[in-house]
């Protein structure tokens, strides 16, 4: 068996931010994350990198935050959570469904070997694009298009995570996913700012 690739091996940054990202790690803990690699990866990439420039002060609590079109940023812990549930080992193509600014995207890109990301809007898609080059985070393809569709072109993929909820699972993204990979989805009628 060969050693899966890990894109992105960032250290954990040090100072005032750091204990920000210590209590949110408590905050994810205690909501039932155990994985060892997704907390570590929460460690690794600063979420302060990935939010607009008036919300930095907010970047380590445990709350969604506004970006445009009248979206919100996955908050940390859901995100954890997520990621945990799709048991990811190192070698995996994972399908990101919304990518907002980058965050979730670039810890994905610390845990599964290609990360392939659709956002709808393309403002957002180049931001993320941006965030994720100036943390150096590589391994991931970012394209802009309707994320319901999945990208066939790239299929199958090995886990399949989407960011928003919706009333139901689009069958493309269940017909995308490998046999046997986790396809982790929230349901109901979506959020909004808050």
């Known amino acids: 068996m060969h050693e899966p690739k890990v894109p992105y091996r960032a250290?954990?940054?040090?100072g005032p931010a750091s204990a920000g990202r210590e209590a949110l790690l408590r905050v994810i803990e205690a909501q039932g994350v155990r994985d060892g690699r997704v907390l570590d990866a929460f460690r690794r990439v600063p979420r302060a990198a990935f939010v607009p420039p008036g919300w930095?002060?907010?970047a380590y609590?445990?709350?969604p935050i506004p970006i445009p079109h009248g979206q919100v940023t996955t908050q940390p812990s859901l995100i954890a959570r997520m990621v945990a549930g799709l048991r990811l080992e190192g070698d995996e193509r994972v399908l990101e469904v919304g990518t907002g600014l980058g965050f979730q995207t670039a810890i994905l890109a610390t845990l599964a070997r290609e990360v392939f990301s659709i956002e709808r809007f393309p403002d957002l898609a180049e931001e993320a694009r941006r965030n994720l080059e100036a943390r150096g985070i590589g391994g991931v393809t970012v394209v802009v298009g309707d994320?319901?569709?999945g990208l066939p072109e790239?299929?199958?993929?090995?886990?399949?995570?989407?960011?928003?909820?919706?009333?139901?699972?689009?069958?493309?993204?269940?017909?995308?996913?490998?046999?046997?990979?986790?396809?982790?989805?929230?349901?109901?009628?979506?959020?909004?700012?808050?």
């Open 61 to 63: 609590e445990d709350r």
């Open 154 to 194: 790239h299929a199958p993929f090995q886990a399949t995570v989407v960011s928003a909820a919706a009333p139901s699972v689009p069958e493309p993204l269940v017909e995308q996913l490998a046999e046997g990979g986790p396809l982790v989805h929230p349901l109901g009628p979506g959020g909004s700012e808050t």
């Open 56 to 58: 930095l002060e907010h």
């Open 147 to 149: 994320g319901t569709r």
């Open 11 to 14: 250290r954990p940054a040090a």
